[in-house]
């Protein structure tokens, strides 16, 4: 998942941070602590079904939970900690990167009622994706049984990426690392090239699934269906892409790839925008590291550098465009974050496809974010990755002056 460092400070004990940034125009914000009581959270989500105002809080060591109105329910809806997940037996120690890793529910699911998960095996160590069901769409606890669709070894124990969710066309997007250890290299790594530069595996790329079946098939409009190269795939070059969102107004594609050792990188995607290859072993963000420059490699549209330790930045979480209807000032503002400062920034549409961006300094950086997540009005969630119950839910409040801020619609970003 995320790199951590030994000499990071102890969890918040306030239950607001506020913070401003200029990214073109000053915004403030606070987090308010929905619920606490996690144990090592890695994602927060919604079943997309109008007027279910309950959130889905995704635990590392296998367990799904529920928030319903604040109220953290007791049972579980789901609990796949008694099997095939690789359980984490050291909170916190560094590496941990395996166990359940993302969640999604379909755009059908009021009447399929199937939703999804991502997890690593515990004896294989193998990326999964399997479907579940529930007996009824607001059903608290799911059936228990799953359906394992689609399997992809991973050489090593990190950078398996794990993210998935849906896209505006209806199709389950899954990213996957590139297998983990440095430089795209090694046992288990394509020689010469890494796994993340051949598109005849999984590895080191975003899939696109069409999910409807029994089973899955390879949407039309995948660029290796018919040519050489995996059908699953729809964009490559990545090394660990752990969070990722799509803005539903826009059709856009926001994919924030974990760097190695220099630089995080944030890749924004037009809609409907197949066959990209983002660069990485040849490139860290936007400089040469491994190997020659390639022809055709899409550079990132922000870039942020490592700082020193202990609070430094090291490690990007991808959020969200901020699409809700409670705070207009924050429309069309792009939310990610770095996982080890607790440091959140803004991108925001200068004018087509370029972009402004400004941090929101942190006034007690002492968040671990592990993810960003919408609720089914649009309202975005910041997720604390803590252990031993400590880990947190908070929401995104505007405090920003209204006078200052631009409002960016989607005509903006074309």
Do not use: C, K
């Not at 913070?19 to 308010?32: E, F, G, K, N, R």
């Not at 809080?57 to 367990?63: A, H, I, N, S």
């Not at 870039?303 to 209807?325: C, E, K, Q």
């Amino acid at each position: 998942m995320h790199r951590r460092t030994p000499g990071r400070r102890a969890l918040a004990l306030g239950l607001a941070w506020a913070a401003t940034v200029s990214s073109p125009a000053a915004i403030s914000i606070t987090l308010d602590q929905i619920a606490t009581g996690f144990s090592m959270p890695v994602y927060v989500t919604n079943t997309g079904v109008a007027g279910d105002t309950r959130l889905f809080v995704v635990e590392q060591r296998g367990r799904i939970r529920i928030i319903n109105s604040g109220t953290v329910l007791g049972t579980d809806f789901l609990d796949l900690s008694p099997s095939g997940l690789n359980l984490i037996s050291t909170p916190l120690s560094p590496g941990n990167e395996r166990g359940l890793l993302g969640l999604a529910f379909p755009p059908d699911f009021a009447t399929s009622l199937r939703f999804y998960v991502s997890y690593t095996d515990r004896v294989t160590g193998a990326s999964v994706l399997s479907r579940y069901t529930v007996p009824s769409v607001g059903s608290n606890t799911a059936n228990t049984s799953g359906t394992p669709i689609l399997t992809q070894s991973q050489p090593q124990s990190n950078h398996n990426g794990g993210w998935i969710g849906f896209g505006p066309d209806g199709y389950l997007y899954m990213a996957i690392g590139d297998g983990g250890a440095s430089n795209d290299s090694g046992t288990g790594h394509t020689a010469g090239i890494g796994n993340a530069q051949d598109t005849t595996n999984l590895l080191g790329d975003m899939l696109r699934l069409d999910v409807s079946g029994s089973s899955y098939t390879n949407p039309p409009g995948n660029p290796f269906i018919g040519v050489a190269g995996a059908d699953e795939i729809y964009h490559y070059g990545l090394r660990n892409p752990w969070r990722n969102s799509f803005d539903f107004t826009t059709g856009m594609f926001f994919i924030a790839d974990v760097g190695q050792g220099l630089w995080e990188e944030v890749n924004i995607v037009p809609a409907a925008t197949a066959g990209l290859n983002f660069g990485w072993r040849n490139y860290e963000g936007n400089v040469p590291v491994l190997g020659p420059a390639i022809g055709g490699t899409t550079f990132p549209v922000h870039v942020y550098a490592h700082t020193s330790n202990p609070n430094g930045n090291l490690s990007i979480t991808g959020g969200y465009v901020y699409r809700g209807a409670a705070y207009p000032n924050l429309q069309g503002y792009y939310f990610f974050a770095d996982y080890n400062s607790g440091r959140i920034w803004t991108l925001a549409p200068t004018g087509p496809s370029t972009w402004s961006s400004s941090a929101v300094e942190a006034l007690d950086n002492t968040f671990l974010v592990s993810s960003f997540g919408e609720d089914v009005n649009r309202e975005l969630y910041v997720v604390h990755y803590a252990d031993s119950g400590n880990g947190r839910v908070l929401r995104i409040r505007d405090t920003t002056v209204p006078a200052t801020l631009t409002v960016f619609t989607a005509a903006q970003y074309h």
